[in-house]
C-alpha cells in the first residue's frame, strides 16, 4: 500500500518511506566505488590514484542533479500540499528538462578541457593519460548521472519511492556486473570500469524518463511547460547547499590529497581514497534518509501542520543520533577487514589506511545530524540556513583543520586524519544552534 505524504508517519511507517531512498543513495555510493575496488585490484594503485584525483570533478558536476533534486522537491511537494497539481507538474518538467540540457552543455565541455583539469589536479605522465581515459568516458554518461540524481528525490515526492530504489538497484547490479567483466575478465582496465560506469548511469537517468512521460499513478508526471524564472531561482536557493557540498568536499578533497602526498606519498593519497569510498557508502545512509523524509517536510510545510513536523522532526533526530552511534562503532571495529577489500595486497598501504581509517570513525558521529539539518532546511524552502551548514561544515572547518592540525601532531598524518573529526564536531555545535534558532519560526520543537 503507497503511504501518503499527508499521513501521520510514526516510527515503523517513517522507516518503510525513507527506507528506498536510503537504500537508493547507498547503492549509488557502492556502484561508484565498484570502479576504485575493481581498478585497484586488477589494474593497479597508478589507475586508482588517477580515478581518486578525477572523483572531486565528477562530484561537482553530478551535484547539479543533486541541487535541482533537493531544491525542486521542496518547491514541487509545497506546492502539492497546496493543492496545485497541474503547476507542480509544469514545476517538475521544467527542472528535469533544463538538467537534461545543462548535462548536454557538460559533455561538449569536459571533453574540451578534461586534460587541463586533470593537470590542474596535480596529474602528470601515466596518471595524466590514466585521468583523461576515464574522464573523457564517464563524463560522455554525465547528463544521465545528472538526471539519475534529481529524479532520486522526485521519486519520493511522487509518492514512489520504491520505485527510485528498483530503478537505482538495475542501474547498481548493471556496473557490478559490467565492472567484473570489462576490468576482471575481458579485461579493458581503466576504460572497461569507464564503461561499465557510464552504461549503468545512461540506464539509471532514461528509465525514470519513460516512466513519467508515460501516463503514471504517482503524483508527478513529465508534461509540456514553460520557463518559470522564479521557480528554476528559488530551486537553485533551495538546493544551493547540496551543491556548495559538493563542490565545497571536492576543493577539501584536492587539498588533502596534497598534504596527504607531503606525509605519506602515493600511499597517502591511496589511503584517503580507501577512507573516502567507505565513508560514502556509510554517509549515504543520512543523506537517504533526508533526501526521503524531505518531501515529507515540504508537504507538511506547504499545507501549514505544524504538529506533524514536529512529530518527523523529533523522530528523525532520534534515529540519526542512534544510527550515529552504531555507526561509529561498526566503522572502528571493521576498519581493517574493509580496508583489506581494495589494499589488502600492499601491508604498508594496509597500515596507513587501517590506522587513518579508525581515527576518520569518530566523524560519524556528528556527521548524521550535520546532513540531516542542512536538508531540513532545504525541505523548509529556506536554503540560506541550509547552505550556510553546508559551506561551514564542508569546506571552511575542513579547510582550516586540514592546514592547521598537521602542524599540531607529531603525526602530519595523524593530524590529516583528525582535522574531519574537529569540522565535523564543529559543524555539529552550528546545526544545533541553527535549529533551536529558527524553532518558533517553523515550528518544528
Avoid at 556527521?367 to 571552511?396: D, E, K, P, W, Y
Amino acid at each position: 500500500m503507497r503511504i501518503q505524504l499527508s499521513e501521520h508517519f510514526g516510527y515503523g511507517k517513517l522507516i518503510r518511506f525513507v527506507f528506498p531512498s536510503i537504500a537508493m543513495m547507498v547503492f549509488t555510493s557502492i556502484y561508484g566505488v565498484v570502479d576504485g575496488l575493481f581498478v585497484s585490484n586488477f589494474v593497479g594503485k597508478v589507475s586508482f590514484a588517477a580515478i581518486n584525483l578525477m572523483m572531486p570533478l565528477f562530484m561537482i558536476l553530478g551535484a547539479v542533479g543533486f541541487m535541482v533534486g533537493a531544491g525542486g522537491t521542496a518547491i514541487v511537494g509545497k506546492t502539492i500540499g497546496q493543492g496545485k497539481r497541474e503547476k507542480a507538474n509544469e514545476y517538475f518538467s521544467m527542472l528535469i528538462y533544463i538538467t537534461a540540457i545543462i548535462g548536454v552543455f557538460t559533455v561538449i565541455a569536459g571533453q574540451v578541457f578534461l586534460p587541463s583539469v586533470a593537470r590542474l589536479f596535480g596529474a602528470e605522465g601515466e596518471m595524466l593519460e590514466a585521468c583523461v581515459l576515464y574522464g573523457r568516458i564517464v563524463i560522455s554518461a554525465m547528463p544521465f548521472f545528472m538526471l539519475q540524481n534529481v529524479f532520486q528525490s522526485f521519486f519520493v515526492t511522487a509518492e514512489k519511492p520504491k520505485l527510485g530504489l528498483y530503478v537505482i538497484v538495475i542501474a547498481g547490479v548493471m556496473n557490478m556486473v559490467l565492472d567484473a567483466l570489462l576490468v576482471a575478465v575481458i579485461p579493458l582496465g581503466l576504460a572497461g570500469a569507464a564503461i561499465a560506469t557510464s552504461i549503468s548511469q545512461f540506464f539509471g537517468g532514461v528509465i525514470p524518463i519513460i516512466y513519467f512521460l508515460r501516463k503514471n499513478d504517482s503524483l508527478l508526471r513529465l508534461t509540456k511547460t514553460r520557463f518559470y524564472g522564479n521557480v528554476l531561482l528559488k530551486t537553485v536557493t533551495n538546493g544551493s547547499s547540496e551543491l556548495m557540498s559538493n563542490i565545497s568536499a571536492s576543493i577539501v578533497t584536492i587539498l588533502f590529497n596534497y598534504q596527504l602526498m607531503r606525509f605519506a606519498g602515493d600511499n597517502g593519497v591511496a589511503a584517503y581514497g580507501v577512507v573516502m569510498y567507505v565513508s560514502f557508502i556509510l554517509a549515504a545512509i543520512f543523506i537517504g534518509y533526508s533526501i526521503g523524509s524531505a518531501p515529507i517536510v515540504s508537504f507538511n510545510f506547504g499545507a501549514e501542520n505544524k504538529a506533524e513536523m514536529k512529530n518527523v522532526f523529533t523522530k528523525s533526530s532520534v534515529m540519526i543520533l542512534l544510527s550515529s552511534l552504531i555507526m561509529t562503532a561498526l566503522s572502528f571495529i571493521l576498519a581493517k577487514p574493509l580496508s583489506a577489500v581494495f589494499v589488502g595486497y600492499d601491508e604498508a598501504l594496509l597500515s596507513i589506511t587501517v590506522r587513518g581509517f579508525k581515527i576518520f570513525s569518530f566523524s560519524f558521529l556528528f556527521c548524521g545530524m550535520n546532513i540531516f539539518g542542512s536538508a531540513f532546511f532545504t525541505a523548509l524552502n529556506n536554503g540560506v540556513v541550509s547552505a550556510v551548514i553546508s559551506f561551514l561544515r564542508t569546506f571552511v572547518f575542513q579547510c582550516a583543520g586540514v592546514l592547521i592540525l598537521p602542524m599540531l601532531f607529531k603525526s602530519g598524518l595523524d593530524g590529516v586524519w583528525v582535522s574531519i573529526i574537529v569540522a565535523e564536531g564543529l559543524a555539529f555545535i552550528l546545526t544545533l544552534a541553527l535549529l533551536v534558532k529558527n524553532k518558533k519560526k517553523y515550528g518544528y520543537m
